[in-house]
């Protein structure tokens, strides 16, 4: 495997992004990234299979418009990891802050603990084996799912009484769907948002994602394979239609 190690420390986000597509250009497989603190829009538009570490708290916009490599974050991320990424996959082994997965519309984004507000916003999909996937090991803050219009987002409440509190849940959602561990309170759902039975056939959909969550960071998916889960999904196609006056 040909590797690039980078050493990033004190570096601006523009001559680091310039070495890492240039390593991939030459044909890098694995680029450690070493000594990120901030630098935005790491990964964004790169292709192909190439695995990228990074050791530190990368910027916003981690893996923007990404289509196939995956990233793995050895601490926490900033806002907006995975924003409308086509395909591969985001790794992060801590926290991530407001806006993950903005309007993804492909691949996995896996968070070992906390996300902020709006995790999922404005999610789609447009081809069934390109479903955007969002798994959230702890728990998310208000408007989880905000407009979604595809995909799954996934909260397992790991270490957490209850893993969601915060309100909003799937506000204004028209696609996709939001599956939380455990009850979910009804106050907390958003406008246009539904609650739905959880059965056997939705765990055996959802099984190989939990496994793969749990081989990343090394938890007991047996612990996550019941039908503990509360599924939430769009009330209307158009939930906010009463809201506008047709001519």
Known sequence: MKTVRIDARGMHYTPLNQKLRAAVADGAEEIILDNVLGQRFIGDGLRGDVRIIINGVPGGDLGMFMSGPTCIVNGNAEHAPGNTMDRGMLVIHGSAGDAVAHSMRGGKVFIKNNIGYRGGIHMKQYEMEARPILVVGGTAHSFLGEYMAGGLVLVLGIGKEKAMTDRGIGSGIHGGEIIIRGEVDDYLLGVGAKKFEFTEADLERIAPIIKSFCEQFGYDP??????????????????????????
Not at 235 to 246: D, G, I, N
């Open 222 to 247: 047996a612990e996550f394979l019941d039908t503990n889960y509360t599924r939430i999904g769009p009330a209307s196609s158009r939930p906010f239609a009463s809201k506008y006056v047709w001519e």
